[in-house]
């Protein structure tokens, strides 16, 4: 599975941006989902989704961010709203492979990783 991202870029704090993942390849996937790495940091969850929709976000995102999934085209995307300085970092997608027990933290397969960078 090869894992695409787009849409990072620069945004003013309470700006928005939208990234996107398209998965390809042969093997299915069930959960999908955003990482990101702040410098200097921990790479943590950001936001994932299953094939059902049932959907899991970190604490310091929730009500700001919204993950959403395109199932015909094998695409997620992130939408990212009021966004803060502290929310800078490079974001990584990934996945999970299918009919294995889903555990929301996807990592079988990862992206190169988008930078967001978020200006005060």
């Known amino acids: 599975v090869q894992l695409e991202e787009s849409g990072g870029g620069l945004v003013q704090s309470g700006g928005t941006l939208r990234l996107s993942c398209v998965a390809s390849?042969?093997?299915?996937?069930?959960?999908m989902g955003w990482y990101r790495q702040p410098p200097g940091k921990n790479r943590e969850l950001v936001a994932a989704?299953?094939?059902?929709?049932?959907?899991k976000y970190g604490d310091s995102v929730t009500g700001r961010f919204t993950i959403s999934r395109d199932y015909g085209k094998q695409t997620i995307y992130l939408q990212m709203n009021n966004l803060k300085p502290d929310d800078t970092a490079v974001y990584y997608c990934a996945a999970e492979r299918a009919f294995r027990p889903i555990t929301f933290y996807p990592d079988d397969y990862w992206g190169q990783g988008t930078q967001v960078t978020v200006s005060s």
């Open positions: 989704i299953t094939n059902q929709g049932t959907t």
């Open positions: 390849g042969s093997t299915m996937v069930n959960v």
